[in-house]
């Protein structure tokens, strides 16, 4: 079966084309978010393999009656249709990340080997948006593991400045 994330893809891209040409992003994000929720719920997950299109539609439309607008419908009654209504949460992770694009907005997972204080935090994030051209989010973890420095991945970009890392590296090099 094909990846859930191409599978998502041009649903995500109608839905966020729509949110944006109606105006409606929190709209569609808060109605996208109720109804991955409801997908990625286990007996729900069980019935979405083994029931009707209309069965789905009706038991979605039971469920989410009163998050979901008119046009939220038709994407439930479309998804069901094409056998895709498991595919709802990675639909809301591709929207998320168009809606981030718009707004030039990234995350990034900066995971660290002890915990970084606030002056660190703030330095990392201002280097990060210049360096990508866009507002940066950090979450932040601490892994022990690393011995020492940091490890930030935002979306393909992955700086690894940790002992770990370079040892790593030094490694292979000598390897070679």
């Known amino acids: 079966m094909a990846d859930l994330t191409t599978i998502a893809r041009p649903y995500a891209k109608a839905a966020f084309d729509f949110a944006v040409e109606q105006k409606a992003l929190e709209q569609w994000t808060e109605m996208l978010a109720f109804v991955a929720e409801v997908a990625a719920n286990e007996h729900v997950a069980v019935q979405l393999k083994r029931e009707s299109a209309n069965t789905l539609v009706n038991l979605f439309t039971t469920v989410c009656a009163e998050q979901l607008n008119e046009h939220g419908l038709n994407l439930i009654k479309l998804m069901a249709e094409n056998g895709r209504l498991n595919a709802l949460p990675a639909v809301l992770a591709l929207f998320l990340e168009y809606k981030a694009e718009l707004a030039k907005e990234i995350t990034a997972d900066v995971v660290s080997a002890t915990e970084l204080d606030a002056a660190q ?56």
């Open 121 to 176: 935090q703030a330095q990392i994030s201002a280097s990060l948006e210049q360096r990508l051209a866009r507002k940066v989010k950090l979450n932040c973890s601490v892994d022990a593991s690393l011995m020492a420095g940091v490890i930030i991945q935002a979306g393909d970009l992955v700086i690894d400045s940790s002992v770990k890392g370079q040892l790593a590296k030094l490694s292979e090099t000598l390897q070679a």
